[in-house]
């Protein structure tokens, strides 16, 4: 089993910077990807930014200069470094990483719990 639990959510003002971690736990081989979505109230969920296990990155166009993914692959960790944050920001970020435990051949997919993230004057 694995758990993914995200931290470093909370209330900023607008122009501010927060830093979100996801750390996965458990009987963990390989993380091949980690994702960070979002999803604000009456919205469906987006994909936020993602990193593969070679580092490569990619995010949506609305954040590109202004957030940072990043992974420490020794701490199972992703971090999303999160500037000049705008109202439109405020959502609950969540993590999702593709895993192959221990006892499997392939990966499956799992999501942390989500942080809030609320940008607000």
């Known amino acids: 089993q694995v758990q993914l639990v995200e931290s470093g959510g909370g209330l900023v003002q607008p122009g501010g910077s927060l830093r979100l971690s996801c750390a996965a736990s458990g009987s963990i081989f390989n993380i091949y990807y980690m994702n960070w979505y979002r999803q604000a109230p009456g919205k469906q969920r987006e994909l936020v930014a993602g990193?593969?296990?070679?580092?490569?990155?990619n995010y949506a166009d609305s954040v590109k200069g202004r957030f940072t993914i990043s992974r420490d692959n020794a701490k199972n960790t992703v971090y999303l470094q999160m500037n000049s944050l705008k109202p439109e920001d405020t959502a609950v970020y969540s993590c999702?990483?593709?895993?192959?435990?221990?006892?499997?051949?392939?990966?499956?997919?799992?999501w942390g719990q989500g942080t809030q993230v609320t940008v607000s004057s």
């Open positions: 990193i593969t296990s070679g580092s490569a990155t």
């Open positions: 999702k990483a593709g895993v192959q435990t221990t006892t499997q051949k392939y990966y499956l997919e799992y």
